[in-house]
Structures are given as structure tokens and as C-alpha cells.
């Protein structure tokens, strides 16, 4: 008797039978309808790379569907006693693509290379307490901190703190040579079109149920609908609400949601004039109709919010300065910034993610459009559109940000005075950077709500930005499909639970 190792399992033949052909690969299909813009994680600030790259590679620990962190490179960690050491145990079985293990050295080069300011790491002010990496032997990393870091762990469940190889850090191929540890192999990436990942066969995470992940880039979400009307895809990442509404309507399609913590803002430029003058910016938020916006282009899937959308954090947005609507004041304002008559600026927007952008762009144009500002509207592709928020080009923009469990790992690369895109947010005052950095150090609950209350409420009546509201996401799936669970973060880290019936 001879054993054949296929995909589905080991066949027993005899000497005289016939080779049985492999058994085809299960493979879940699923379509979205915005590309990754690039393939490093610790550059990529874009929701569709990291939905992309959080399935290749891994950070430290990760974020479950309730928000609870769990392990993920590291199968432990514990803070000294004076908050000034946290240690990792990294898992005995975790290994990169090639094979090889991953490292205490290979954790060490990647967040080396994240604090590097050359790099341009999207996270970078999340790790800036970090003074020292000690790696006392292969499964060992110790994080020497300036001070307490209350928010840091959860700062590291990110894919925008995955751990390379040090070799491929060394070489300098990140991004263009991708070897993660996840649970998934990129085998094949046509860009806008298509990819293939691999079920990683010896992940340490555990069996995976099926063995491929076949994407689609479809060029709306009307498409991914019809795709999966027709079977052609099992499971899609939905991101326009009115799209959403569709999928329980047709026979064999299930829709999952969540609220999420990511956030829809108009950004300003304070750097740029008028925008600079405390008066203008709070003019617009007074003419902003944030319920009105949210029910025109969400179809009112979501909630008007403030600065802070983790569930643990968030207030009343009714406190927070002029979040009703009062047009009256925004004139008042604009005439005390010198502007009676309203002034002339752009908005940019992206086109494809979200989908809503233009429709809350167009509203927004509207409305600022009844007190005098009037607004044109430029509609970009992703990666022009990314690029120019980097480099804080803009008068202002509509922006879907990522959310955070913590205040600080959600705010201080935009509000501390060394944050890494000060440049995005291009505003900063004594008290936000106060707040935020006693924010980080606090490690009572209670006094870091009243620490981060206090900073929301100041950063609302500043109005660097207009906040607007959260949405939801969605997933959507065919009967094939079991075992997906939506998280607030919109990861869709879930796919390694599916199961695919035949």
C-alpha cells in the first residue's frame, strides 16, 4: 500500500490502481472594488492595502471582532511593574513565507525600520516611546519605553506594525518582494484587476478550511453585486451603503455589519489662507448639517459623532461646539474672520473609496454654499488623491479615516507637535499636544477618559477638522459561505474561519 498526499487529503491506493488526480482547490472568490495602492505595510495608509495586506502579514497581536487584543506573532506580553519594559514572547511556530522562523532579530529590523523617519511609516508616533529593542534570544523582544505607554499595544494590533523579515529589510526589497508570516502567499497580483493568495500550509494560527483566495477588482459595487448574484464571487467587501440595502433582497445573498470606528471628516488646511484664521474654521462647522449629510449619502446608516468613535471614549456629539447646524453664526463667524461675503477654495475627494465621497463632497458643497463659500470640487483617482493628503495638499478634503480603540494610537500622528503627519493635519496647539501626551502616559481608565473628554471637546471647538459621522461596515456572502464575523475595524482578518460548502 501506497500513500499520495493531494489538497483534500491523503488517498490510499493500491499497488493496482490507477493515480487519482488531485482534487481541484476550493477557492473562495471575492471582489472588492478598490485596488491596494502599494504593498508595504508600514507605508500604506489606504483601506484597501491594508485589507489586502493584513491577510499576507502579521503584527505582534491583533484586534479580535469584540476588540480584544490576541495574540498574533507574539503568543504573550506582560509590562513591568514601572510601565517601563514590555516583553514579548513570540510564537515557537511562526514562520515567514520561506520558511524560515520569525525572529526576536526580524522584530527588532521592523520596528527599527517603522521608526526610521525615512521610511515614512504610516504609524511611526505610535511607537515614539520606544527607546531600546533587547532580544536576549530568538523568541525573546523587549521593548525599553521612555514612560508609562498605556496605548501602545494596541498601537502594535495593526498591520501598519508587521513584522518583515530583517534580511528583506536589509536588502531593501519590502514592497516589491512580499514575504509576510500571515496566513496567506500573494502568488499572483495583476494591479486593478486580480490577485491569488495561497492558504499559508503551515501557518501557526491553525488549518484554514479551504486552500485559495481568488480577488476580483470590479469596477463598481454594482458589479460585485452582480457577481454575486451570478456566483462568480462568494464574498465581497461592500463599502456603498445603498448597494448594502440591495444584498438581503436577492434570494441565496447575506449582508454582515458593524458599526465601525473609522470616521468620515472634512478635513481643513490650516496652513493654507483663510483657513488659518480659528473664526473661518469654526464658520464651517456651524453651516454643516452633519444628520443631513449622513441620511443623503449613507442613507443614514451610521451616527453623527465627534473626534473619538471607540465605544469606550465617544461623548455626545450635542456637547461638542456647533453641532447643530446654525448658518446664522457661520455668518457671523466668516465676518469675524474677515470674510462677510464667504470666500473661494477646493475640496478634493477620492474617487472609489468610499464610494459616497462625491455625494458628501457635492453636500457639502451645498451647504457651505448657503453662507457664501463657494467650493469646487476635485474628484481623484486613489493613489493621486493619497499622495496629495500625504503631502497635505489641499485646501480641504473629504476624508474616510481609520478609527482606533485607543484615543492616542488613533490622534497622535495628527495632533502632537513630532507626530508623523503633523504635515496632513498641519495644525497643533499647546493643549492638544499636552493632552495627548498625558493621554499616553496615564494608565487609570477613569482619568484617561477625562483626559481624552477634554481633548475632543478642544479639538471640536478648534475645528482643524469637521468631524461627521461613522457608517458601517459591510460584507456580503452567498449560502457557500460560514463562519465570517464583521468587525468594528472592518478587518478582514475573518476569512481565515470560512468555510466553504460544496
Known sequence: MMKIKTTAGVIALGLTTALVAPAAAQTLNVAWSQDATGLDPHTQPGFAAIRLLELVYEPLVRLDANLELQPAVAESWEFSEDGTQLSFQLHPDAMFHDGSPVTSADVRASFERILDEATGAVARANYTSITGIETPDDRT????????????????????????????IEA?????????????????????????????????????????????????????????????????????????TLVPQTQGLSLNTAPTLSYFVLQLNPAREPMGALALRQAISCAIDRQDILDAALL???????????????????????????????????????????????????????????????????????????????????????DRWLAGDFDMAVALNGGRVDPY???????????????????????LD???????????????????????????????????????TYTAQTEAVDGFEASPTGSLFGLVDVTLSE
Do not use: K
Not at 483566495?213 to 448574484?229: F, H, M, Q
Not at 453623527?304 to 465605544?311: A, D, E, I, Q, Y
Not at 500622528?413 to 507626530?419: E, I, Q
Open 141 to 168: 523582544v523587549v521593548f525599553q519605553l521612555d514612560g508609562p505607554d498605556a496605548p501602545i499595544l494596541n498601537g502594535m494590533a495593526s498591520v501598519n506594525a508587521a513584522i518583515l523579515p530583517a534580511a528583506a
Open 172 to 244: 531593501g526589497t519590502i514592497g516589491t518582494e512580499i514575504m509576510g508570516s500571515g496566513p496567506f502567499t500573494l502568488e499572483e497580483r495583476t494591479p486593478n484587476a486580480n490577485a491569488r493568495l495561497a492558504v499559508f500550509e503551515t501557518w501557526h494560527g491553525g488549518d484554514i478550511a479551504y486552500d485559495e483566495i481568488a480577488v476580483s477588482v470590479l469596477p463598481d459595487e454594482t458589479a460585485i453585486l452582480a457577481a454575486l448574484r451570478t456566483g462568480q464571487a462568494d464574498f465581497a467587501l461592500i463599502n456603498d451603503p445603498l448597494v448594502a
Open 300 to 386: 443614514g446608516e451610521g451616527e453623527v459623532t465627534g473626534p473619538l468613535t471607540s465605544p469606550a471614549y465617544r461623548s455626545d456629539p450635542a456637547s461638542l461646539f456647533c453641532y447643530e447646524q446654525d448658518q446664522d453664526r457661520a455668518r457671523e463667524l466668516l465676518a469675524e474672520a474677515g470674510h462677510p461675503d464667504g470666500f473661494s477654495a477646493t475640496i478634493i475627494a477620492a474617487t472609489g473609496e468610499p464610494p459616497t465621497a462625491s455625494a458628501i463632497a457635492q453636500l457639502i458643497q451645498s451647504q457651505l454654499g448657503e453662507v457664501g463659500i463657494e467650493l469646487e470640487i476635485e474628484m481623484q483617482e486613489m493613489n493621486v488623491y493619497i
Open 409 to 431: 494610537t488613533m490622534y497622535n500622528r495628527y495632533w502632537t507637535r513630532d507626530g508623523n503627519l503633523q504635515g496632513v493635519a498641519n495644525y497643533i496647539d499647546d493643549t
Open 434 to 472: 499636552t493632552l495627548m501626551r498625558e493621554g499616553r502616559t496615564e494608565t487609570d481608565e477613569a482619568a484617561r477618559r477625562e483626559i481624552f473628554a477634554e481633548f475632543e471637546s478642544h479639538l471640536a471647538e478648534t475645528a482643524p477638522w469637521i468631524w461627521l459621522f461613522t457608517g458601517n
